[in-house]
Nanobody
Framework: QVQLVESGGGLVQAGDSLRLSCATSGRSFSLYAMGWFRQAPGKEREFVAYISWSSSSISSTSYADSVKGRFTISRDNAKNTVYLQMDSLKPEDTAIYYC???????????????????WGQGTQVTVSS
């Protein structure tokens, strides 16, 4: 069983940066791909970023168009942690941010929430204008 715990959210101004962390428990963290999603009030949960599994320092990444060039996903297998560096934040980035892990092999795309089985409790990010 994998447990995920997000941290690092907060209240910032437009243009500021934040780094979210997602600490995981369980074995073989390096074998799990990881994703970040977000959910704004009254909206559906949406894909933000994805990082592939890795037994080394090399992973592939993917981003939603809305965050491409501003957000960076990374992972530290030694610390069982995945990060989301968020730069040039905008008010529309305000949401609860969740990390997630797919535990089964499925045919869902990396941006589909149905691909992910384990979810954290979320961390609030609020960006003021």
């Amino acid at each position: 069983q994998v447990q995920l715990v997000e941290s690092g959210g907060g209240l910032v101004q437009a243009g500021d940066s934040l780094r979210l962390s997602c600490a995981t428990s369980g074995r073989s963290f390096s074998l799990y791909a990881m994703g970040w999603f977000r959910q704004a009030p009254g909206k559906e949960r949406e894909f933000v970023a994805y990082i592939s599994w890795s037994s080394s320092s090399i992973s592939s990444t993917s981003y939603a168009d809305s965050v491409k060039g501003r957000f960076t996903i990374s992972r530290d297998n030694a610390k069982n942690t995945v990060y989301l560096q968020m730069d040039s934040l905008k008010p529309e980035d305000t949401a609860i941010y969740y990390c997630a892990a797919p535990l089964r092999r499925t045919y869902y795309s990396i941006s589909d929430i149905r691909k992910y089985d384990a979810w954290g409790q979320g961390t609030q990010v609020t960006v003021s204008s």
